[in-house]
């Protein structure tokens, strides 16, 4: 019965035979096979795309399992691109399956991302976004992005057409120690999926040119409101006229910062003959597991809006 295995897409209005053909012939470029790659490499697989790409050189780990959905407790230790071919493929055997087993780095990037004909950046580091971007560009590739932050996720697609890059929105990269990953902030397991969802429906919009891409625009989820909020952005010709990626990816450090300890800082607060405030901006979870006596409480992004 595979003549009736994309049936319920053919017989969609304005969509049909005709692009499910385009999907046939796409080539698409998954890079990272983790929470938002797993997603979008299953839908993408199931809906007929015809070639996926995958790069990617993790093993699989117990602290994976609650949201990389693919990966089952005896797939712990191997390799994340070794288990998602083996069962993507028993998905959809139709489907053509290439291994890169190994990082997007500066000195491969170019070469694998030429063999496609777009994008998927699931990567979970600001380092490879930049350098997705600028190789896209210079390929002239669009692609996809997608990115999560405990209970929120963002969704845009960058070099698409004559839109914008991802440098028009995000021009450099963030100082490393200010942005902390899902290790360190952690991230609800389904959130991944979510996101991931819509960056699969935004490559088969691109692949087959459909209207409403989400080009030059930011897509924020909230996943404790379900709200959805969309940024617009316009393109910057600079970043369009790229002809060689960066010497270095890395993300700079921030400069050191004194420390000072809790019981010095209350000493310091007690001594003092100013009005000093002690103001705790961590976020309302972490202060009810762990007040600070005689600290006002104001989460991080309330803070601006408190300042009298």
């Known amino acids: 019965m595979k003549q009736n295995r994309y049936i319920r ?20 470029l998954v890079v990272g096979v983790g929470g938002l790659g797993i997603p979008v ?7 007929g795309v015809g070639c996926l790409g995958m790069v990617e050189q993790d093993v699989v780990e117990w ?21 998602a071919e083996e069962k993507l ?64 996720g963002q969704v845009s697609v960058f070099n698409y057409k004559e839109g914008p890059t991802y440098r028009c929105l995000f021009p450099s990269l963030p100082e490393k120690d200010n942005i902390p990953d899902c290790n360190t902030n952690g991230v609800l397991g389904v959130i991944p999926g979510i996101i991931g969802s819509f960056q699969a429906l935004e490559t088969v919009k691109v692949i087959t040119d459909m209207p409403g891409v989400l ?10 409101d379900q709200s959805i909020r969309k940024v ?24 050191s910062v004194p420390e000072v300890s809790f019981k010095r800082m209350l000493q310091e607060i007690s001594s003092d003959s100013r009005k000093v405030s002690l103001i705790d901006v961590r976020s309302t979870e972490e202060f009810r597991v762990n007040p600070i006596d005689k600290a006002r409480h104001i989460p991080m992004e309330l803070l601006i809006d408190s300042v009298d």
């Open 232 to 255: 617009k952005f316009p393109a910057v010709a600079k970043n369009k006229n790229r002809t060689h990626l960066e010497t270095n990816y890395e993300q700079p450090v921030c400069d």
């Open 9 to 28: 897409q053919t017989s969609l209005k304005n969509f049909g035979p005709e692009r499910q053909q385009e999907l046939k012939e796409a080539r698409v």
């Open 89 to 152: 493929g028993e998905m959809n055997s139709e489907t053509e399956l290439i291994c890169h087993d190994t990082f997007l780095t500066r000195t491969n990037a170019l070469e694998i991302i030429a063999g496609y004909d777009l994008v998927v950046d699931a990567s979970d580091n600001f380092p490879t976004r930049y350098l997705v971007n600028d190789a896209c560009v210079i390929l002239n590739k669009p692609f996809v992005s997608g990115a999560i932050y405990g209970f929120e």
């Open 215 to 224: 080009s030059g625009v930011l897509m924020l989820y909230n996943g404790i």
């Open 63 to 83: 602290s994976n399992l609650q949201r990389q959905v693919l990966y089952s407790e005896s797939d712990v230790g191997k390799p994340k691109i070794q288990v």
């Open 41 to 47: 490499l299953q839908y993408l697989n199931a809906m």
